[in-house]
């Protein structure tokens, strides 16, 4: 997906918006190293519930 971007961002004079399977500021942080203008930020930060439970997970360990 990376690699994508960057030939994406590479050939293009669009900005590049990543989106998906990102849900880390780490992911982040490689998408817009990789050339995207910007990310978006979906389940990752809608999805109390899963949120929850990777805390609860976490603290549990």
């Known amino acids: 997906d990376l690699a994508l971007v960057a030939d994406l961002a590479a050939a293009l004079t669009v900005p590049v918006i990543a989106e998906g399977r990102i849900a880390t500021p780490a992911q982040a942080a490689e998408a817009l190293a990789a050339g995207a203008h910007s ?19 976490g603290l549990d360990g």
């Open 39 to 57: 990310v978006v930020v979906g389940t990752a930060i809608t999805a109390p519930t899963a949120l929850t439970a990777s805390f609860v997970t």
